[in-house]
């Protein structure tokens, strides 16, 4: 399973091969963490940061934010509302489709419906 | 399938292509004024917000059930502009108002026309301001309630059936994008290509109708018709609601009425201009050129539709360009 601070720096790395503003320094600066700490964090040294900096070093990195969250062992905040409200019917929902391939949880994806016009 | 994901449409084909996707929003905006000038192209000020219209049927007209598609507000003679984001599958997309396609001002059919063309190019095209009057200009998106003949609908129809947006997306052919990638991934250009109240009241309808000039031009399809699977193509009625009735419709309330155009370059906040590199620009249509625009209409009526239609004095453009630079056109308050 891929860890999150293997997961930061490979990313950030990979960028900074191309354009030195992803340096360690200036990507922590741009998410406003000390560059020790996210220095740490990608080590495996520090947990994850909080959801908010998490978020934002997903958009600095072109990542994912819920797959940035996921590997920190979070979920989003906004999920977490959706849950609350109905935790019976998406607590069912969720166990119900954790098996299933990808394809068959695309399709309760809801789509704009188009009608006769 | 379309997929409604923080007030923005958005298309994607996965039987086609993995990354065949596209998105739509609305972007308010100002009212650019309906005089003999032709005018840069104002700042987007946030997005419209977009709901499921199936989310409130019971509290919707029939005829607005039956469309499907999604639900928007608009303020009476509040302009709005089309953002199209793609990260490099090309698209072809189909805009009308009531029905009647703003490229051509012919009556809509889902199909592609090419001769002329009806269509916009994603992401060659990146947003679309109004109706293709002539080459190079268009006439802005104005909302007006449906009923009273401003609509680019009643004046070529007679009649008020539609209103609001219809939007149909293709994705290109999957053997014609592999083609294309492969080709650009050989030219040195690629990395610098363009990434690509109803309680007591029927809810009014909205149409769209011409306003103000305004600089733009239409591209030109560079790939032919025959890049587009028309098999795949996905559509959405974007049903207009006057954004007094959004909130009795959907609890929330809508957002507040933009500055004047004046008010905005008296800030001395930008206005931008579009250069689009070598890409030609399709002619204008001589239908929608003949129509009346809303102020020029309001004359002949003796009405006042645009309040606060004066013209700013010197505007303060910024310069855009297709290739080297982001094309973000947005100025939030």
């Given amino acids: ?117 | 399938m379309i997929e409604l994901k923080e007030n923005e449409l958005h298309f994607h084909f996965p039987e086609i292509h993995e990354a065949a996707r596209c998105s739509i929003g609305f972007q308010r905006t100002l009212r650019i004024p309906d005089d003999d000038r032709t005018w840069f192209l104002p700042p987007g000020l946030g997005e419209f917000p977009l709901r499921h219209l199936d989310d409130y049927a019971t509290l919707l007209p029939d005829g607005w059930r039956r469309r499907g598609g999604v639900i928007m507000p608009m303020h009476q003679a509040e302009a709005l502009w089309i953002n199209f984001t793609a990260s490099g599958y090309p698209f072809a997309v189909k805009v009308a108002t009531g029905k009647i396609c703003a490229i051509t001002g012919e009556a809509w059919v889902d199909h592609l026309n090419r001769d002329p063309q009806d269509y916009v190019v994603v992401p060659e095209q990146p947003w679309l301001d109004g109706y293709c009057v002539e080459k190079g200009v268009i006439r802005q998106f104005v909302a007006m309630p449906l009923g009273e003949g401003y609509s680019v609908e009643e004046q070529l129809t007679g009649a008020a059936l539609h209103g609001g947006l219809q939007i149909v997306a293709y994705p290109m052919k999957r053997e014609r994008h592999e083609a294309l990638r492969a080709l650009r991934e050989h030219c040195a250009d690629y990395l610098n290509a363009p990434a690509m109240m109803v309680a007591d009241a029927q809810p009014q309808a909205m149409g769209l109708a011409p306003g103000g000039r305004m600089k733009q031009e239409i591209y030109d399809d560079p790939y032919g018709l025959d890049a587009w699977d028309q098999r795949h193509g996905s559509r959405c009625f974007v049903t207009i609601a006057n954004s007094r009735q959004w909130m009795a419709i959907t609890g929330e309330c809508p957002p507040t009425e933009p500055p004047t155009a004046k008010q905005y370059t008296e800030e001395g906040l930008p206005w931008f201009d579009y250069y689009g590199g070598d890409a030609e620009a399709v002619a204008g249509s001589a239908t929608l050129k003949g129509l009346a625009s809303v102020a020029q209409m309001g004359d002949e009526k003796g009405e006042i539709p645009l309040p606060e239609n004066e013209t700013p004095l010197a505007p303060h453009v910024i310069g855009l360009r297709a290739k080297g630079s982001h094309r973000v056109r947005e100025f939030h308050e």
């Fill in chain 1, 1 to 117: 399973m891929n860890h999150f601070g293997d997961v930061v720096r490979e990313r950030r790395e990979r960028l900074r091969r191309q354009d030195r503003r992803y340096s360690l320094r200036q990507v922590a600066q741009r998410i406003g963490l000390e560059p020790a700490y996210l220095s740490k964090i990608e080590r495996s040294e520090a947990a994850p940061p909080s959801e908010a900096a998490t978020v934002r070093l997903a958009g600095e990195l072109g990542e994912d934010p819920d797959v940035l969250l996921a590997l920190a062992g979070k979920v989003s905040r906004d999920l977490q509302d959706i849950i609350r409200k109905r935790p019976r019917l998406f607590a069912e929902l969720i166990r119900q489709l954790k098996d299933a391939p990808d394809h068959a949880v695309l399709r309760v994806v809801r789509e704009v419906r188009d009608g006769d016009w």
